[in-house]
Every structure is written in C-alpha cells, then in structure tokens.
C-alpha cells in the first residue's frame, strides 16, 4: 500500500501533506478507499494508508511519527510532547480559519463576511502566538527541523501564497522568517515545489463559486389534463306550497246592520 520515500508527492491534496508525511501513499479519497480490500486493511477507509508487515495505519499524522523516525518526531517524550502539541494547535486552531479565509477564494464557500470575519480573528490571534513564541527561536521545537515545523508550514502555506501580502507580513517578521526557513528546505520544495509569497490577497470569486455549486434545474410540472366542464343540472321542480288553512269568518251578531238608535235615554 505504501513505502517509505523522503517526502509525499506534491500532488496529494494539504490535508494529506499537512505533515509532510515521509512516506509514498497510494490511494485516492472517495475511490479506492471505498473497496472491500481497503476497507479490510483499514476500516475507517482514511487516506493516506501505510501498509506494512508490522501493521497498517490509516492516519497522517500516525504514519508521519512512524516513519519520520525520531530526528522528526522527538527523541525523548518531553520533545515529543511538544512536538504533538504544535500539531494539534495547527490542526483543531489553524486549519479551521484558514478554511474559512481560503475556501471563499476557491469558490468552495459563499461570501458570508461576518464568518470570514471570525476566522480573521481567530486566524490574527493564532498569527500574534506564534509571532511572539518565534521572537528567538528558529524552529518551533529544538534546534533542527521537526514534524512540528513541517506541519505548521503546510498550514501556512496557501495563506502565504494567496492571501498574507507584504503588508500582512509586515506584522509576522517572526514567523514569516521561520515559514521561509522551512518551506524552503531542499526536502520539502522537492515535493511541493517553491512557494511564491502574496502579491495581492485573493478575493471571493462569484463565478467560480457558482460553477462549483450549479443550481438544480427546475423541473416541469406535467400539465394536468382538464376535465370536461360538468353541465349544471336542472334544479328540481320547486314542491308546490301547502295550502293554507282558511279562517272562519266570525258569525255576525243578529242585529249588526240596524242603524244606531236615537233615543237619549237621559231625556227620556
């Protein structure tokens, strides 16, 4: 699955370099790593893989300890304490804002400022650390290159390039001095190439965000068919009204239509 060769070939996506890994990795994410041979050898399927006669390993920053030997990883625990430290700095504080600041440039993320703002500030704050704990130090642990180094600078390295200008440099003498330092090691520039520094800080891109998120096509509604209007139907006949009960006419008294007497009967 894997041998052991000076670096990782440059065409490995950050997330696998992160460490520089000193190993060849074979396989691609989302591809092989979904075979049942794969899945066998390693059950969470991650990529990069390290196959040997002693036991497989699945993990970056696993198969980096290994194979880097203790000139990379520490040749005491204290060293490798710290060592461990910087690594698990740049990938929980690190990697997360510089996704958010990088993804927008890569059309992976839209434009939202107020979590590119937050990012800016977590990413400033990890930034003034490290440009203080570099002040008199020319590596991050001991006197010679380390993972830790290795890792750090790969984080850094697409800000460097596409988003850290002269200007932004100008606040992290400390640190750009080490990124350089590192980046620029024979070791690490035959497997990624040279690392040119921001001339001018890549923005949000609106068209490629759009071609690397294409809307779904709507689809048609299949047109309903219309029913034949139904023809009113006549109203039923009206029931005719039942007959009301004729009044009794009220009998006439006897002596009704005589005309009304003279006779005052005072007078009389």
């Given at each position: ?14 997330l ?13 994410m989302?591809?092989?790593?979904q ?14 893989a390290?196959e040997s006669?002693?036991?497989?390993i ?27 430290q ?13 996704c ?20 800016r ?6 930034m003034s650390a490290?440009?203080?704990?570099l002040?008199?130090k020319?590596?991050l ?30 606040k ?5 001095r080490?990124f ?11 497997v ?18 759009a071609?690397?998120?294409?809307k779904?096509?709507k ?11 139904e023809?009113a ?10 007959e ?13 239509d005589?005309?009304q007497?003279?006779?005052?009967m005072d007078?009389?």
């Amino acid at each position: 699955m894997a041998k052991v060769s000076p670096m990782l070939p440059a065409e490995l996506p950050v997330l696998c370099v992160k460490a520089v890994v000193s190993t060849q990795s074979t396989g691609t994410m989302g591809v092989t790593n979904q075979t049942p041979e794969f899945a066998a050898k390693f059950p969470f399927k991650q990529v990069p893989a390290f196959e040997s006669s002693a036991g497989n390993i699945g993990d970056t920053f696993s198969i980096a300890s290994l194979v880097g030997g203790s000139a990379l990883r520490g040749d005491d625990e204290v060293t490798r304490c710290q060592i461990t430290q910087f690594m698990n700095q740049a990938e929980t504080s690190l990697f997360p804002a510089a996704c958010q600041i990088l993804y927008p440039c890569w059309g992976l993320m839209p434009n939202n400022k107020n979590v590119i703002s937050k990012a800016r500030e977590q990413f400033d704050g990890y930034m003034s650390a490290l440009e203080g704990y570099l002040a008199d130090k020319t590596y991050l642990v001991g006197e010679a290159v380390t993972l830790a180094d290795l890792t750090v600078a790969m984080y850094l390295r697409d800000m460097y390039n596409m988003i850290l200008d002269e200007g932004a440099r100008a606040k992290y003498t400390n640190v750009t001095r080490w990124f350089t330092t590192i980046i620029n090691q024979d070791e690490v520039t035959r497997v990624i190439g040279t690392t040119a520094l921001c001339t001018k800080p890549a923005q949000f891109d609106a068209k490629l965000f759009a071609a690397n998120h294409p809307k779904p096509a709507k689809q048609e509604k299949p047109k309903q068919e219309q029913k034949p209007k139904e023809t009113a139907k006549p109203k039923p006949a009206a029931a005719p009204a039942a007959e009301q009960p004729k009044k009794e006419e009220k009998k006439k008294k006897p002596f009704a239509d005589l005309a009304q007497p003279k006779l005052d009967m005072d007078s009389f």
